[in-house]
């Protein structure tokens, strides 16, 4: 099994950053071969804003591309989200997701709560 939490959301102003952080635990953390972040803002729906691969490539939404940066350490057990720039847009619950092999299970965290104000 997987546990994924993340933390390092709040309030911010416009132009502002935020960094987000996924920590991966449980027997199964190691066989995690593709960690993403997702957004779901207020009445819409949950969309893929990065993903991050074990080999380390990378990849971004077209609304995200060039203002946020996602890394990883440790194997993908901890992940980053580095949000520069923020909009009122980016306002929203971010969620990480967790792939495994070879099966792909997938794994969700609990959300961590993104305001950015005008």
């Known amino acids: 099994q997987v546990q994924l939490v993340e933390s390092g959301g709040g309030l911010v102003q416009a132009g502002g950053s935020l960094r987000l952080t996924c920590l991966a635990s449980?027997?199964?953390?190691?066989?995690?071969?593709?960690m993403s972040w997702y957004r779901q803002p207020p009445g819409k729906e949950r969309e893929l804003v990065a993903q991050i691969f074990s080999g380390g490539q990378t990849k971004y939404s077209d609304s995200v591309s060039g203002r946020f940066t996602i890394s990883g350490e440790n194997a993908m057990r901890k992940v980053y989200l580095q949000m520069t720039s923020l909009k009122p847009e980016d306002t929203a619950v971010y969620y990480c997701?967790?792939?495994?092999?070879?099966?792909?299970?997938?794994?969700w965290g609990q959300g961590t709560q993104v305001t950015v104000s005008a």
């Open positions: 449980g027997s199964s953390a190691d066989r995690i071969s593709t």
């Open positions: 997701k967790g792939t495994s092999r070879p099966f792909e299970y997938l794994y």
